[in-house]
Antibody
């Protein structure tokens, strides 16, 4: 059974870069038609999709964050990462990593999620 | 972006009664390649990540009780819990995965009356 676990600083200062890593266990990050997402959720609000990466390196970002976001993958460590630059208090949220699958032309919703990590932006 | 709007924002239902949650998308999420709607429902309990309940608008994820069902097509969708159990208290979200960015509804909080 695949498991995902987020890690990184819980407190980031305004204008700095938020950096999180998701470690995948129970299977190879490179195997199958798997796509790896980052999603965040401010307190009391619905989730916001940040973007996704495929292990071939292809990325798609939410246009609302595109200028500040980088998602990368390290297959040797079975990890993928999120960097969000120039953060403000509005970026305070629980950040989740997740996996969704593809079968042929059919893409599926995120079915595996990490437990989430709270990142607070404050000086 | 496709905007997902849920109604109601909150709902109180008696144990054993039916609960119905609605979701409307700002444009059709019907995927022409397979003639299925790219609409998912999630359940989220406090301190936990969202849990996938239903995808393709009406297909239950493995292990999800059959009291949960999804219906609808195009832009209007419904999640129904046929007989509410205490463990169903949660916030429910719809999500479209028809196009990027994937978007979620604002959530519906389900409580026991």
């Amino acid at each position: 059974q695949v498991q995902l676990q987020e890690s990184g600083p819980g407190l980031v200062k305004p204008s700095q870069t938020l950096s999180l890593t998701c470690t995948v266990s129970g299977g190879s990050i490179s195997s199958g038609s798997y796509y790896w997402s980052w999603i965040r959720q401010p307190a009391g609000k619905g989730p916001e999709w940040i973007g996704r990466i495929y292990t071939s390196g292809g990325t798609i970002y939410n246009p609302s964050l595109k200028s500040r976001v980088t998602i990368s993958v390290d297959t040797s460590k079975n990890q993928f990462s999120l960097k969000l630059s120039s953060v403000t208090a509005a970026d305070t949220a629980v950040y989740y990593c997740a996996r969704f699958d593809r079968s042929g032309d059919n893409y599926y919703p995120e079915s595996y999620w990490g437990q989430g990590t709270l990142v607070t932006v404050s000086s | 972006d496709i905007v997902m709007t849920q109604s109601p924002d909150s709902l109180a239902v008696s144990l054993g009664a039916r609960a119905t949650i609605n979701c409307k998308s700002s444009q059709s999420v019907l995927y022409s390649s397979n003639n299925k709607n790219s609409l998912a429902w999630y359940q989220q309990k406090p301190g936990q990540p969202p849990k996938l309940l239903i995808y393709w608008a009406s297909t239950r994820e493995s292990g999800v009780p059959d009291r949960f069902s999804g219906s609808g097509s195009g832009t209007d969708f419904t999640l129904t819990i046929s007989s509410l159990q205490a463990e169903d208290v949660a916030v429910y979200y719809c999500q479209q995965y028809y196009t990027t960015p994937r978007t979620f509804g604002q959530g519906t909080k389900l409580e026991i009356k």
